[in-house]
């Protein structure tokens, strides 16, 4: 009966003993529902509910302002929507939310452990890899394998907490984007201030470095397999090849959600893999330079040298990337509170991870090994075209050049795909509807080319390697920690509770002296800053 009760719209109102009687009521019977969609926007409590045979039901008291629904794809089924949609408005969320079926990233939710791994293994390993040996020339062999180590294992925690974030154990609320979960924890305003500028920086950075590592690796491949005849024919410049890979990018981002791109991750990861282990087991494999040496470079005073420290810890923080894809990424699976998506999700994050290491600490030491101080400041990539053009046979000098080519067009989907939903969200809030499909191309295709003048007209981002690692350090070290401890608020003084207020207050410590450091370390070295000439 208390079941009935609480599905009632109205309590029954006693009648006097005098009045007549009246024929018996017939009532519908309770609504039923499985336990795990008790948090599903089809059964938020609406009026609707209360329908029966066109005759709408009793009024309440105080009628509930609810938001207006938005319809759903026909192709996403209704067991796969966020959980706990209803409790949105009132942690005033985001209002992107009631478009979730609309929006690239949360259109599918059908995603996997694999598509996870897949999806993780692409975003975290990357051309930032091959520029950690350059680290290690100012931190010398202990401290840079330690700094290495205590980096991974760091970003490993972080990760992990993001993961168990996703979901709202209280609320089954679901944060499909990390600046969702930014600003439902510290509040909206603080949140986007926090927040906002990292991520864009992370996302738009990252696919303008993509564009000047494919476009020149472009040119460097086609001189290999083209040869002497090359130097006949009028060569593309710079620019050109540049445009050249924006093309084929702007063409690959047409696939319409990141669901859709989980084969385009997989060939990524595969052949990010690939040419790292092919850059360091070939470094290896002719052994070290003649006069190498691996006594840390000091710079001539003190100040500079430990600038110069803080611009190679910057340089090991600038090696991990993607934390502010993971909410993203595991927003493709379906979740509910007998299945939640922390568990396949974490799996993937394991397996691409393993990978991951299997890559950066084999890239680190042995290319350090193998060239010492010699190393050239761009990274191991340079380094195997500078030192070992001539001992090594032009196939696999071309297949490693593919490789990276192909992972920087697989890489650029993932990440300028946070850029695709938010333009996509003004469109979707505006029209409450789907964006068109002609609509959609437009969108990407302005951004594509849009990253392509911020490549020609910063062909240098890739000498601040230091000063992007700093600035983006919080997104990756320190936020989750202070998510952690206002969103689930561990014991006081517990193991939970100190660990992350250390690691919270040291990730932004260690944020703000490595951007300070990164900017003396620009300034004093004298970066080229060519504007506009790539």
């Known amino acids: 009966m208390s079941d009935q009760n609480e599905i009632r719209s109205a309590p029954l109102t006693p009648r006097p003993r005098s009045a007549a009687p009246t024929p018996p009521v017939v009532r519908t019977p309770p609504v039923s529902c499985p ?31 609810t938001p207006i629904r938005t319809p759903r794809l026909s192709l996403t089924p209704r067991f796969l929507t ?7 408005k009132a942690l005033r969320m985001t209002k992107l939310d009631p478009q979730d079926a609309w929006l690239p990233i949360t259109e599918s939710r059908n995603g996997n452990k694999y598509y996870a791994a897949f999806h993780t293994l692409c975003s975290g390993i990357g051309i930032q890899a091959l520029v950690l040996p350059v680290a290690f020339t100012i931190l010398g062999w202990t401290w840079g394998i330690i700094c290495l180590t205590l980096a991974f294992i760091w970003q490993l925690y972080t990760l992990w907490l993001l993961v168990q974030l996703h979901e709202s154990v209280e609320t089954g609320m679901r944060y499909c984007r990390y600046l969702q979960l ?18 864009q920086y992370l996302s738009g950075g990252t696919c303008i470095a993509l564009i000047i590592i494919g476009g020149s690796t472009a040119k460097q491949f086609y001189q290999i397999i083209c040869g002497s005849a090359c130097s006949a024919s009028s060569p593309l410049t710079n ?49 070290r330079l003649p006069g190498v040496s691996y006594n840390p470079v000091r710079g001539s005073t ?38 939640p998506s922390r568990v396949p999700m974490w799996k993937g994050v394991k397996a691409s991870y393993t990978l991951i290491a299997a890559c950066l600490f084999p890239i680190a030491i042995g290319g350090y090994w193998a060239y010492g101080h010699q190393i050239p ?32 067009a697989s890489s650029f989907q993932i990440y300028a795909m946070p850029i695709f939903d938010d333009m996509e969200s003004m469109y979707t809030m505006k029209k409450m509807k789907a964006c068109p499909w002609w609509l959609r191309a437009a969108f990407r295709a302005v951004f594509g080319f849009g990253i392509f003048f911020g490549a020609v007209a910063l062909p240098f981002v890739g000498s601040v390697a230091g000063l992007i690692g700093g600035a983006a350090l919080p997104v990756t070290l320190a936020y989750p920690c202070f998510m952690w401890l206002k969103v689930r608020k561990p014991k006081m003084y517990g193991l939970m509770w100190w660990l992350n207020w250390v690691l919270g207050v040291t990730g932004m410590f ?8 990164g900017i003396y370390v620009v300034v004093q070295t004298g970066v080229k800053v060519s504007f506009f000439n790539p």
């Open 35 to 65: 336990p795990s969609q008790l948090h599903s926007p089809s059964l938020s409590r609406s009026p609707l509910l209360h329908v029966e045979n066109g005759e709408a039901a009793p009024p309440r008291k105080k009628a509930p302002k």
């Open 182 to 199: 930014c600003c439902a924890t510290f509040g909206s305003k603080l949140g986007k201030f926090l927040a906002v500028f990292p991520i």
């Open 302 to 339: 003190q100040v500079d040298h430990a600038f110069d420290v803080l611009n190679a810890l910057g340089i090991i923080a600038f090696a991990f990337r993607g934390h502010n894809l993971i909410l993203e990424i595991q927003a493709t699976m379906p979740s509910d509170e007998k299945h």
């Open 82 to 88: 966020p959980l706990g949609s209803p409790v949105r």
């Open 239 to 287: 620019v050109e090849w540049y445009l050249v890979f924006t093309c084929a990018a702007v063409l690959l981002s047409q696939l319409p959600n990141l669901n859709s791109i989980a084969g385009v991750s997989l060939i990524g990861a595969v052949t990010a893999v690939g040419y790292c282990t092919i850059i360091w087991v070939v470094s290896v494999a002719k052994g």
């Open 377 to 408: 400041a761009s990274g191991m990539l340079t380094a195997l075209y500078q030192f070992h053009t001539a001992d090594v046979s032009k196939s696999l000098l071309a297949i490693t050049a593919l490789f990276v080519i192909i992972n920087a």
């Open 510 to 517: 260690l944020s703000v002296i490595l951007t300070v450091a």
